[in-house]
């Protein structure tokens, strides 16, 4: 990055910049309303209070009771949670979890380590634009079936997926549905009675909140257990003190994500479209969207470059001021092409070079401008030196 260069941030998949109104929420208990909300004495009892007015405006930006609202430290605890808690709870009724292929590897994870305790796990297929079939779900189902559990939106190709249909379908078994709501919250409505879910997770740094904090819902009623032990808070599911700053800070950025949210939304869909466009133009066909056209966050742009790898563009655009990602920020470190990309039955060699640019509040028209001038030279840079493109 040259000293002219202006920082422009195209990761918000990644993570959000904290609010300036969500800091100043939050500044007051990290310093003079320090209180643990577990004590007894007036200290302890004014950050109970305030834990539990969170917990109530929480649940109201999403049609929840408070007692269903359970904090955890983020997204990836809270899709542990989810699995762990329902798994082992009803493993005397089931032992067969159904997800998809496209799942974020906090829920892949879990997964694949409750394989290992006995437990069956069926990963659906997605089509070309990366959508499940509700009809395969039905047919996937069985007596055995104790959780079906599919993400709301894609982090990686940001298609979102027909959660109400599915639900429909699990509902019609008795199943309990959980669906991972991180990229979602704060850019698309997510309700979960109209959504017809019964456990739902979020990270609050993904919505301009702070790190280390989220939450997981659990419909009234839902059987599940326990996952961390060694205290009494959060009903006995959770043991641990509360990150009282945080939840306050995620409470803020409910509310602030709320506001405008569908004008806000429409006008970063306007702005990602341009860039698009623009992109399209610049490289003339020789890239590939990747993601459903319509059903898709608004603020994604997902593409492949085919002859050319995402990282090392990735590099050239960071020397431009331009941060964006190849794929997951968590798999960013892999050497192997996205398992999102590939379950959409894109080639390896194509996915290698796949590049994702997700929008934010602040971003602006000039910002996608310049990366429709800054990024079409570095591909042609990249062709002429690899012995991928002919």
């Not at 904290?18 to 643990?36: C, K, M, S, W, Y």
């Not at 398992?339 to 390896?348: R, S, Y």
Request: with cysteine; glycine share 10%.
């Amino acid at each position: 990055m040259t000293n002219t260069d202006k920082l422009v941030y195209l990761d918000h998949a990644a993570t959000t910049p904290t609010h300036p109104e969500v800091a100043d929420a939050i500044f007051p208990f990290l310093r003079e309303q320090f209180g643990n909300p577990s004590s007894l004495y007036s200290v302890g009892r004014e950050a109970k209070g305030v834990l539990e007015e969170s917990r109530e405006k929480i649940a109201g930006h999403i049609g929840a009771r408070p007692e269903e609202i359970y904090f955890t430290s983020g997204g990836t605890e809270s899709n542990n949670f989810a699995l762990h808690g329902v798994a082992w709870a009803n493993r005397k009724r089931g032992n067969h979890i159904i997800t998809s292929m496209i799942e974020h590897h906090a829920l892949l994870e879990p997964c694949h380590f409750l394989e290992k305790q006995g437990f069956e796990v069926t990963y659906l297929p997605v089509d070309s634009q990366g959508m499940v079939d509700p009809g395969d779900l039905r047919g996937a189902l069985t007596d055995r079936t104790i959780l079906v559990s599919i993400m709301h939106a894609n982090n990686e190709m940001g298609t979102i997926q027909p959660i109400s249909e599915l639900a429909a379908a699990a509902r019609e078994r008795s199943i309990c549905i959980h669906t991972d709501a991180v990229q979602t919250m704060g850019n698309v409505p997510t309700d979960v009675n109209e959504l017809d879910i019964d456990m739902l997770s979020v990270s609050a740094h993904k919505l301009y909140g702070p790190k280390g904090v989220g939450f997981l819902y659990v419909r009234k009623g839902t059987r599940f257990g326990a996952f961390h032990r060694g205290g009494a808070q959060e009903r006995n599911k959770r043991a641990g003190t509360e990150n009282l700053a945080g939840i306050v800070g995620m409470a803020k950025a409910l509310e602030l994500g709320a506001k405008g949210m569908a004008e806000r939304s429409h006008r970063i869909a306007l702005t990602r479209d341009r860039l698009v466009e623009g992109l399209l133009g610049k490289l003339e066909g020789r890239v590939r969207l990747t993601g459903h056209p319509s059903e898709r966050l608004p603020n994604n742009v997902s593409l492949c470059v085919p002859g050319v790898e995402g990282e090392a563009m990735l590099l050239l655009l960071d020397m431009h001021g331009i941060c964006a990602s190849s794929g997951s920020a968590c798999t960013s470190g892999s050497l192997e092409p996205s398992h999102v990309l590939l379950a959409m039955g894109i080639p390896p060699e194509i996915a290698h070079g796949s590049l994702r640019f997700t929008l934010g509040w602040s971003t602006s028209e000039e910002d996608v401008d310049r990366v429709v001038e800054v990024l079409p030279p570095i591909v042609e840079r990249l062709r002429a030196m690899s012995p991928l493109h002919v």
